[in-house]
């Protein structure tokens, strides 16, 4: 069973001793998370047209035409979208790298950035990357059509479709995390990066198994709400805590402040507890469930209304 959590209507009154107008416009509020409607279905199908691509290692063809499908697909669904390019040191040369940005605008600055990184593992023979990165992307994209139909939010919302997350050979300053890096590195220097009021990272959350293994390198409150969320949606035995950090595009917003979450599955296998079909020619669509994508995807619903209601504009 649903439950529904109530926002209080916004009043505007007149100042002064001049008569009030007869219809006074209402302040623009957060909607309830019953209003937005979060398809699994829809989601898991986005994720197969997403896999079908083909591979998308980064500087590669196919990270360009998975760039442009997904900017093109944005703009289908109504959301403004753009490709930010940009160059990187990588243990193979310098290579072009590629993130997609999609915005909703709110009444204000502040917005709620949710991300998914887009590319696939170099050098796995028959990856295909259904669960990471295909989840994820799928339900972004879901999420970006469920909330741009609700209509516009006290907060904006971004949708940050990060290239470059895996790493070629170990993880370091010129391998993995290109893309969150310079996303976060360029809103730093332009002093939007005080703009966020939260970032949600959504990483191989498609598994038929689903367990949520929050990681302990992320905010606090961002955790209890993920909880308070998915207890909402019937759905808290699917979400724990993770006794361990976890290397990902959300610590690159963590790391200078921001409020950050990363909401991943990192028991990806044949078995409970396991993660034998990671970075393996098993993570393939069949792996994955439409249960899964919608109940992730309306705990994420759940959580931006929320945040919205908690930080709206000028705060």
């Known amino acids: 069973m649903r439950a529904i959590w109530t926002v209080a209507a916004a009043l505007a009154c007149a100042a002064g001793c001049g008569p009030a107008p007869e219809k006074p416009a209402p302040a623009v509020e957060a909607r309830t998370p019953a209003a937005i409607e979060v398809s699994g279905e829809r989601a898991l199908e986005e994720v197969r047209r997403f896999v079908e691509l083909g591979p998308k290692e980064p500087g590669t063809p196919g990270a360009e035409k998975a760039a442009i499908y997904l900017r093109d697909r944005l703009r289908e669904l109504g959301v403004e979208a753009d490709i930010q390019e940009f160059r990187d040191m990588t243990p193979v040369g310098e290579l072009t790298f590629r993130n997609v940005r ?36 799928g339900l972004l994209l879901e999420l970006a059509r ?34 969150s890096r310079h996303w976060a590195e360029a809103m730093e220097a332009d002093g939007t990066l005080s703009n966020l009021a939260a970032m949600i990272l959504l990483d191989m959350v498609g598994d038929r198994d689903l367990t949520i293994t929050i990681p302990r390198n992320g905010t606090p409150w961002l955790t209890a709400l993920t909880f308070e969320a998915a207890r909402a949606e019937g759905a808290r035995d699917r979400f724990q805590l993770y006794p361990y950090t976890v290397s990902d595009d959300h610590e690159e917003f963590f790391a200078r402040g921001v409020p950050a979450i990363d909401l991943i599955d990192f028991q990806f296998g044949s078995a409970p507890g396991k993660n034998d079909y990671w970075h393996t020619a098993q993570d393939t669509v069949d792996k994955l469930s439409a249960e899964s994508l919608q109940i992730v995807g309306r705990v994420a619903a759940r959580m931006v209304a929320e945040i919205s209601r908690r930080a709206p504009e000028g705060k």
């Open 146 to 179: 469920a909330l741009q139909a609700n209509g516009p939010q006290p907060l904006g919302i971004e949708f940050a479709f990060f290239d470059g997350e895996e790493s070629r050979q170990r993880y370091g300053p010129n391998d993995g995390f290109h893309g």
């Open 102 to 137: 999609g915005r909703i605008p709110g009444t204000g600055e502040r917005v709620v950035l949710l991300g998914s990184h887009y590319d696939t593992k170099p050098g796995i023979e028959g990856f295909v990357g259904a669960n990471d990165s295909g989840s994820s992307t």
